[in-house]
């Protein structure tokens, strides 16, 4: 059975190891589910009628479970202290929550319960005797701040391809996934801004971490055609929704970087345009 709750910093431990988990996210949510797996998720699916949206969610998240859970534990590391089986325990823990939750009809139900009936289904499946006793329920706000930290690399990751492999259709996307780099890494850096007193969480030291790997791929952008540089946003660039909101309340001083800003704005529009 899983456990009622987590608040532990090592949530973000699997963060290390971030682009592997979201390309093994990726094909458990493309790829087809077993017949027997199939059979054993339309149970849950009957069983979790009174907490998830739909039905047909709820099948769609025990397929997904099952396949993701075969591509993460490795049967050969026996001992549960070992790193990879902790960091693979808590992405697992992570996608559990931020499926369920967003699943849910009421945010009130506690992860921990509707995966317990999920896993009453699979165990004994395809050897999935082992119970799994590492699903618990991450605080939302947590949640929330793992979300976004995500989002940045599931991004990042997307524009890492395109600007190493160069493909004329994937360019048109880079200034598009660059933009929207830009409005979650404004929302995530806001949350560590100094003022809120939130700079030294072990969410802002991922950020940090997040930021320095997304720089690092500057150098790249710099040497690549004017198609790659002049479509890729660095996070300097981003427009600061702070200065705007300030420049808005009639502050001198910030109307200054709004003209600035707007400028930018008006220019990334105008290069979507033209790519579209």
């Given at each position: 059975?899983?456990?009622p709750?987590?608040?532990k910093?090592?949530n973000?431990?699997f963060f290390?190891?971030i682009e592997?988990?979201?390309?093994k996210?990726?094909?458990?949510?493309?790829t087809?589910?077993?017949?027997?797996?199939?059979?054993?998720?339309?149970?849950f699916?009957?069983?979790?009628?009174?907490?998830?949206?739909?039905e047909?969610?709820?099948?769609?998240?025990?397929?997904?479970?099952?396949?993701?859970?075969d591509?993460?534990?490795?049967?050969?590391?026996?001992?549960?202290?070992?790193?990879t089986?902790?960091?693979?325990?808590?992405?697992?823990?992570?996608w559990?929550?931020?499926?369920?939750?967003?699943?849910?009809?009421?945010?009130?139900?506690a992860?921990?319960y509707?995966?317990?009936?999920?896993?009453?289904?699979?165990?004994?499946?395809?050897?999935?005797?082992?119970?799994?006793?590492?699903?618990?329920?991450?605080?939302?706000?947590?949640?929330?701040?793992m979300?976004?930290?995500?989002?940045?690399?599931?991004?990042?990751?997307?524009?890492?391809?395109?600007?190493?492999?160069?493909?004329?259709?994937?360019?048109?996307?880079?200034?598009?996934?660059?933009?929207?780099?830009?409005?979650?890494?404004?929302?995530a850096?806001?949350?560590?801004?100094?003022?809120?007193?939130?700079?030294?969480?072990?969410?802002?030291?991922?950020?940090?971490?997040f930021?320095?790997?997304?720089?690092?791929?500057y150098?790249?952008?710099d040497?690549?055609?004017s198609?790659?540089?002049?479509?890729?946003i660095?996070?300097?660039?981003?427009?600061?929704?702070?200065?705007?909101?300030?420049a808005?309340?009639?502050?001198?001083?910030?109307?200054?970087?709004?003209?600035g800003?707007?400028?930018?704005?008006?220019?990334?529009?105008?290069?979507?345009?033209?790519?579209?």
């Open positions: 059975m899983s456990s709750s987590s608040k910093n090592d973000y431990a290390v190891d592997k988990y979201i390309e996210a990726k094909s458990a949510e493309s087809a589910a077993s017949s027997n797996v199939d059979s054993k998720c339309k149970s699916m009957k069983s979790s009628r009174l907490h998830i949206k739909d047909e969610t709820a099948q769609i998240i025990c397929e997904q479970f099952i396949k993701l859970y591509s993460l534990i490795d049967p050969n590391i026996k001992s549960k202290c070992d790193p089986y902790k960091n693979c325990s808590e992405f697992l823990n992570y559990v929550n931020f499926k369920l939750t967003e699943s849910m009809k009421n945010e009130d139900y992860v921990h509707v995966y317990n009936g999920l896993e009453s289904q699979i165990t004994g499946v395809d050897g999935y005797g082992e119970i799994i006793d590492f699903i618990c329920d991450i605080d939302k706000d947590e949640l929330n701040k979300n976004k930290l995500y989002n940045l690399y599931e991004n990042y990751s997307k524009l890492s391809a395109i600007i190493n492999k160069e493909s004329e259709s994937d360019k048109k996307e880079l200034l598009s996934l660059s933009t929207q780099c830009c409005t979650y890494y404004n929302e850096s806001y949350i560590c801004d100094p003022d809120n007193n939130n700079s030294r969480t072990k969410f802002c030291e991922e950020l940090e971490t930021k320095s790997k997304y720089e690092d791929l150098q790249k952008v040497e690549k055609p198609e790659i540089s002049d479509n890729f660095k996070l300097l660039e981003c427009p600061n929704t702070k200065i705007i909101s300030t808005v309340t009639g502050s001198i001083i910030g109307l200054i970087p709004l003209f800003v707007l400028y930018k704005v008006t220019e990334l529009n105008i290069k979507l345009f033209i790519l579209n």
